[in-house]
C-alpha cells in the first residue's frame, strides 16, 4: 500500500503577505460570536510584529513561552486556557512563531477536539477527530514544522510528535520579511535542521522520486543560503524550509533526528542545535553531508558545544538511548529493516559519547 497522505491545502508567499492574514481567518468567522486564537512566541511581546497581529474583540492572543522544548503538560494546560477562555470553541487557532511555537499551536487546535492528554496521542495516526482549523506564520525557517504532519512533543515518558493527517495546517502564510531580522545563530540552527533532515531522506531506504525532487531542490536553496549568501536568501531559505518539510512527508529522517530526541529528552537540548551537535558526529553515516556541514558551519563562524555528555549518569545514558532507538521508522530509513543488529544500544552509546 502507498500512503495517502494530506498536504497543506492552502499557500499564500510573498513579501508583505502577513497583512493579508486578517482576511484568510476572516472566512473562518460564520457568525458573531466566532473567535480565534493567536498562539504567539512571548519573544514578541511589545515588539512591531504584535501591533500587525489581526485580533478581534473576542479573539485570544496566546502568548508561548518556547524556552524549553515542546512538552504535553504544557499542551494541556494551554488547551485548558483556551477551552476556560469562552463557552463555545474558537474557529481558527493561528501559530505565529519558529518551529516550537507552530507545534505549540498544532497540539491545542488538536486537543480542544480530542478529549484527555496530549500524552495519549504521541505515536502514528492516533488523533481520532479533525482539529479545530489552524493556520503557521513561521517567523524562522528551517523547521518544516509548516508543512509536516507531525507536532514534537516531549512527554513524561518519550520524545515522539502526534502524527496524523489531521496535524497538517489548512493555511501557511510564508512572508520573507519576518525571518530578515532572526540572531545569526539561531538562523543557522533552524536552517541546518532543513538540510541535515532532507541530507536524511536523500540517503535513506524510504526514498523515491517524489521525496527526492523536493529534497534536492531544498539542499541546493540551502547552499544558495549557507554557501553563497545570496541576497534573497530569506526568500530561499523560507522556500527551502516548505520544500524540505515536503521531501520528509513521503519518506522519513534518520540517525541525526533519532539521536537528538534522546539528546533533546534528558538535557533539553532545543531541536536545532541539536541537530547540529548530533550530525556533527555521524560522518560514519553521512560522510558527504558532514563535510558540507562543516564548511557551511565554518562560514557561518559557528563553533558548536562540546562534552554534552560527558557527566552523565548510567540512568541518563540509558535514558537518552532508549529514547533514540525507540523511533524505529527513522532507523529503517536511516540502515534498513535490519537496523537493530546494527544499531545496538552499545553503537548508540559510542556515537552518544562523541557529543
Not at 508567499?13 to 481567518?25: N, S
Not at 466566532?34 to 504567539?40: H, Y
Not at 502514528?124 to 482549523?133: Q, S, T, V
Not at 532507538?325 to 529493516?337: A, I, R, S, V, Y
Request: hydrophobic residues 35%.
Amino acid at each position: 500500500m502507498y500512503r495517502n497522505f494530506k498536504l497543506v491545502p492552502n499557500v499564500i508567499f510573498g513579501r508583505g503577505c502577513f497583512a493579508q492574514l486578517d482576511e484568510i481567518i476572516e472566512k473562518q468567522r460564520t457568525d458573531t460570536d466566532a473567535w480565534a486564537v493567536f498562539v504567539t512566541d512571548e519573544v514578541f511581546q511589545g515588539k512591531d510584529l504584535e501591533k500587525k497581529i489581526p485580533l478581534h474583540a473576542n479573539d485570544l492572543l496566546l502568548w508561548v513561552n518556547v524556552d524549553d522544548e515542546p512538552k504535553t503538560s504544557y499542551v494541556d494546560q494551554l488547551t485548558l486556557t483556551v477551552k476556560n477562555t469562552r463557552s463555545t470553541l474558537p474557529c481558527a487557532v493561528i501559530g505565529i512563531g519558529g518551529g516550537s511555537s507552530m507545534d505549540l499551536a498544532k497540539a491545542v487546535a488538536l486537543m480542544l477536539t480530542n478529549e484527555g492528554s496530549s500524552t495519549l496521542y504521541q505515536g502514528w495516526d492516533l488523533i481520532k477527530n479533525p482539529a479545530i482549523y489552524h493556520a503557521a506564520v513561521p517567523t524562522l525557517s528551517g523547521t518544516g514544522a509548516e508543512v509536516s504532519r507531525t507536532t514534537v512533543l516531549t512527554g513524561p515518558e518519550k520524545k515522539l510528535g502526534m502524527n496524523s493527517d489531521y496535524t497538517v495546517f489548512d493555511q501557511v502564510v510564508l512572508d520573507p520579511e519576518l525571518i530578515k531580522n532572526v540572531p545569526r545563530e539561531q538562523h543557522f540552527y533552524t536552517g541546518m535542521d532543513c538540510y541535515i533532515h532532507c541530507v536524511e531522506s536523500l540517503e535513506g531506504t524510504y526514498l523515491n522520486e517524489f521525496s527526492k525532487s523536493y529534497g534536492e531542490k531544498s539542499i541546493e536553496l540551502c547552499r544558495q543560503v549557507f554557501v553563497d549568501n545570496h541576497p534573497d536568501k530569506d526568500d530561499k531559505l523560507m522556500m527551502a524550509s516548505f520544500f524540505g518539510g515536503m521531501s520528509i512527508a513521503y519518506s522519513q529522517v534518520g540517525a541525526c533526528h533519532a539521536l537528538s530526541y534522546g539528546l533533546s529528552y534528558v538535557l533539553g537540548t532545543h531541536h536545532g542545535i541539536g541537530c547540529c551537535i548530533t550530525f556533527d558526529v555521524l560522518e560514519e553515516y553521512y560522510p558527504a553531508g558532514v563535510k558540507e556541514f562543516r564548511t557551511m558551519k565554518e562560514t557561518a563562524g559557528i563553533d558548536l558545544p562540546k562534552g554534552l555528555t560527558a557527566d552523565l549518569t548510567d540512568d541518563q545514558m540509558e535514558t537518552m538511548i532508549t529514547v533514540a532507538l525507540g523511533l524505529d521508522p527513522l532507523w529503517e530509513n536511516c540502515l534498513g529493516k535490519d537496523w537493530k543488529s546494527i544499531m545496538t544500544r552499545d553503537k548508540a552509546r559510542s556515537l552518544f559519547l562523541k557529543i
